[in-house]
């Protein structure tokens, strides 16, 4: 099927985001014809849009980037993140199933976990979500796999990449002076979404179906992150050395519960020798690009 060929045409649901704007700007370099749809120009909880993007498109791949992400609030805005997160997938698996049958990828996250296990969590352990936004997102994979749809869900975890996120928050916290407290009970792996981007088109290309995690190597706390970030930063002149200080969760209670050990296992990539680069590797290239971007 024409999912299977690298050189198909994607569709790129939630094409404003991290991952959508990474897979549309490396697209070329990898023999893809992307076409972007952004939230604003298709809500993929509408099943006439939906059906008339795939009928205007005729993709052999659908990435679906498209979520509700701010965690917090999902806890006030329940309906919200159903809608985007749950009944969305939902939405495009049936289309998918029935309109040239193209190859669902479904992108989902380590929140369907609740990290009480201190070790790699592989693809099959049992979800348990702490949150209302890892419950969504749960029901979203459970919808895919209920389609009949061809799909991969690939979850991922601590995005960074264009566009707001956590390295240009503590830069921009760190530019302004400011002494920082971030937790360091908390675990997991940084991810870049230009590597993973170009993982989920290495897992593609190479016949991967079902769920697979997919992140950068290496594990840290966002305390170590952090550290990493301003160290990094400093050295490029992106921002000021300051204080960092790790405090446990319970000194910066949030609405939503976090997963406290949330690292993705990565076995099942491996071993089809899909491998995104270590998170300190990843931090480094992603911050030369942001010197870039400034004219350094």
């Not at 120009?41 to 099943?47: G, I, K, Q």
């Not at 791949?61 to 999902?74: E, G, P, S």
């Not at 040239?100 to 049992?126: K, Q």
């Not at 209670?253 to 050990?261: G, I, L, S, T």
Request: aromatic share 6%.
């Amino acid at each position: 099927m024409s999912g299977s060929d690298p050189g198909a045409r994607w569709l790129v649901t939630g094409a404003g985001g991290q991952l959508g704007r990474s897979l549309l700007a490396i697209a070329g370099d990898e023999g893809i014809e992307a076409v972007g749809r952004t939230r604003r120009e298709l809500d993929v909880s509408d099943a006439a849009a939906v059906r008339a993007a795939l009928d205007r498109v005729q993709p052999g791949v659908v990435l679906n980037a498209a979520a509700y992400t701010k965690v917090d609030l999902c806890e006030q805005e329940t309906e919200a993140a159903q809608l985007a997160n749950a009944h969305g997938p939902a939405v495009l698996a049936e289309a998918c199933r029935g309109r040239g049958r193209p190859l669902l990828v479904h992108v989902s996250t380590e929140y369907v976990f609740s990290g009480e296990t201190w070790r790699p969590i592989p693809e099959d352990a049992e979800a348990a979500p702490l949150s209302a936004y890892g419950r969504s997102k749960l029901a979203g994979e459970e919808a895919v796999r209920k389609s009949g749809a061809e799909h991969l869900i690939a979850r991922t975890q601590w995005l960074f990449g264009p566009g707001p996120n956590f390295v240009r928050t503590i830069l921009g916290a760190a530019g302004r002076g400011q002494a920082l407290r971030v937790v360091e009970d908390q675990v997991g792996r940084p991810t870049c979404s230009p590597a993973l981007a170009r993982g989920i088109v290495a897992a593609v290309r190479g016949g991967l179906r079902g769920t697979l995690h997919l992140a950068c190597e290496g594990v840290c706390s966002w305390y170590d992150f952090a550290r990493e970030i301003i160290r990094e930063g400093a050295a490029r002149g992106l921002t000021q050395t300051v204080e960092i200080a790790p405090i446990s969760t319970e000194e910066m209670p949030r609405p939503a519960a976090r997963p406290a050990y949330a690292v993705l296992g990565l076995e099942r990539a491996r071993a089809a020798g899909v491998r995104l680069p270590h998170w300190r590797d990843a931090l480094a290239a992603y911050l030369d690009e942001e010197l870039r971007a400034k004219g350094g």
